[in-house]
Nanobody
Framework: QVQLVESGGGSVQAGGSLRLSCSAFGYIYSRACMGWFRQAPGKEREGVAA???????RYADSVKGRFTISQDNAKNTLYLQMNSLKPEDTAMYYC????????????????????????WGQGTQVTVSS
């Protein structure tokens, strides 16, 4: 059984920061591929950032330089540090996982794709006011 639980969302003003956390239960986190996605009302779910089992990261162009994905294997926790937040970052943010990393996790450029992930959290809302 795999469970993902996000936390850390909230409301901030433009230029502020938030740190999202995703706690993983029921599998070996250190061997998994993890990602962050977001979905705003009326829009498709989009990839934000991803990290593979050896720590390689990739980001959407829209967040590169502002967001940082990281993980603490000892705590089975994934993080997304979000700085310099913009109103367009407003969305429901989801943690996602697969139990193994495909070859694309090491070679892909750009944001992760939802189809590469099997397990999803319930989401945490991020609202950025202008």
């Amino acid at each position: 059984q795999v469970q993902l639980v996000e936390s850390g969302g909230g409301s901030v003003q433009a230029g502020g920061s938030l740190r999202l956390s995703c706690s993983a239960f029921g599998y070996i986190y250190s061997r998994a591929c993890m990602g962050w996605f977001r979905q705003a009302p009326g829009k498709e779910r989009e990839g934000v950032a991803a990290i593979n089992d050896i720590g390689t990261t990739r980001y959407a162009d829209s967040v590169k330089g502002r967001f940082t994905i990281s993980q603490d294997n000892a705590k089975n926790t994934l993080y997304l540090q979000m700085n310099s937040l913009k109103p367009e970052d407003t969305a429901m943010y989801y943690c996602a996982a697969n139990l193994f990393c495909r070859a694309s996790a090491y070679t892909a450029i750009g944001p992760p794709h939802p189809a590469d992930y099997v397990y999803w959290g319930q989401g945490t809302q991020v609202t950025v006011s202008s």
